[in-house]
């Protein structure tokens, strides 16, 4: 069974930077995809960012394109997510989730962390 662990959230001021991590345990962390989601109070869960096995492909929301950036060290099982320029609508719990590529749904899901952008 994968287990992933985020750290790294925190209460910041628009424009601070923040690095979200994920570190897995358990199953072959180097052949999953991995991403980042969160869920804003009163909002659906939104897909933030993933990042293939390898770490040529990504893909960012419109909402975070320029500013968030993906990262992944299969050696360290941990996938990352550096937030820049942050913005009070960033305000979420973030969780990072991995998937065979094999399958289109996540299936292994981390508890979250809170992020808080002050205005």
């Known amino acids: 069974q994968v287990q992933l662990v985020e750290s790294g959230g925190g209460l910041v001021q628009a424009g601070d930077s923040l690095r979200l991590s994920c570190a897995a345990s358990g199953g072959t962390f180097s052949s999953y995809v991995m991403a980042w989601f969160r869920q804003a109070p009163g909002k659906e869960r939104e897909l933030v960012s993933f990042?293939?096995?390898?770490?040529?492909?990504?893909y960012y929301a419109d909402s975070v394109k320029g500013r968030f950036t993906i990262s992944r060290d299969n050696a360290k099982k941990t996938v990352f997510l550096q937030m820049n320029s942050l913005k009070p609508e960033d305000t979420a719990v973030y969780s990072c989730?991995?998937?065979?590529?094999?399958?289109?749904?996540?299936?292994?899901w981390g508890r979250g962390t809170q992020v808080t952008v002050s205005s």
């Open positions: 990042i293939t096995w390898s770490g040529y492909s990504t």
């Open positions: 989730a991995g998937r065979r590529i094999v399958n289109l749904r996540y299936e292994f």
